[in-house]
Antibody, heavy 122, light 107 residues
Framework: QLQLQESGPGLVKPSETLSLTCTVSGGSITSSSYYWGWIRQPPGKGLEWIGSMYYFGSTYYNPSLKSRVTISVDTSKNQFSLKLTSVTAADTAIYYC??????????????WGQGTLVIVSS | EIVMTQSPATLSVSPGERATLSCRASQSVSSHLTWFQQKPGQAPRLLIYGASTRATGIPARFSGSGSGTEFTLTISSLQPEDFAVYYCQQYNNWPLTFGGGTKVEIK
């Protein structure tokens, strides 16, 4: 059974860097059938895609966050990570990692982690 | 960026009734659309992908239709566990974008 688990600090100070890791179990992060992504949800609001990456390195980011976001993979640990720099209170949200599944030439998110709340506050 | 617009924002329905949720894309996304269900305190759960294909384990009362710019999620007979927020999301173009959600509440 595939599981994705987010981990990282729940509190980050303004102007600092938010760093989260998603550990994948029950499946290989290097399979070409998948890609991996981050999505966030401010408390009480809707979903916002942050970025996605294929294990071999191609990454795609939301233009609204692109200058501050890096997604990377550690295949030896079956993990992928999110770094968001220069955070403000507007970055307070539940952060989800998710798997994108290949189907007929396209990838759609199918499994999500449980999410982790990150609060930006001094 | 493709803007996804869901309507209505809130839908009040009695258990056993039919619910019809709409999702509109600002430009064609072909059939590259997913529907997710989210309950309080939980991660979104995939219901439909490819606009009309139910994900594994999703009951047959959930159905999706549409292509291009107009999409519909229908819940044929609402069960108590179906009261939740539903999101559509397009995966035809980067950046991936979500609709604002439709909350299905008990009437």
């Amino acid at each position: 059974q595939l599981q994705l688990q987010e981990s990282g600090p729940g509190l980050v100070k303004p102007s600092e860097t938010l760093s989260l890791t998603c550990t994948v179990s029950g499946g290989s992060i290097t399979s070409s059938s998948y890609y991996w992504g981050w999505i966030r949800q401010p408390p009480g609001k809707g979903l916002e895609w942050i970025g996605s990456m294929y294990y071999f390195g191609s990454t795609y980011y939301n233009p609204s966050l692109k200058s501050r976001v890096t997604i990377s993979v550690d295949t030896s640990k079956n993990q992928f990570s999110l770094k968001l720099t220069s955070v403000t209170a507007a970055d307070t949200a539940i952060y989800y990692c998710a798997r994108g599944l290949y189907n007929s030439g396209w990838y759609h998110f199918d499994y999500w982690g449980q999410g982790t709340l990150v609060i930006v506050s001094s | 960026e493709i803007v996804m617009t869901q309507s209505p924002a809130t839908l009040s329905v009695s258990p056993g009734e039919r619910a019809t949720l709409s999702c509109r894309a600002s430009q064609s996304v072909s059939s590259h659309l997913t529907w997710f269900q989210q309950k309080p305190g939980q991660a979104p759960r995939l219901l439909i992908y490819g606009a009309s294909t139910r994900a594994t384990g999703i009951p047959a009362r959930f159905s999706g239709s549409g292509s291009g710019t107009e999409f519909t999620l229908t819940i044929s007979s609402l069960q108590p566990e179906d009261f939740a927020v539903y999101y559509c999301q397009q995966y035809n173009n980067w950046p991936l974008t979500f609709g604002g959600g439709t909350k299905v509440e008990i009437k």
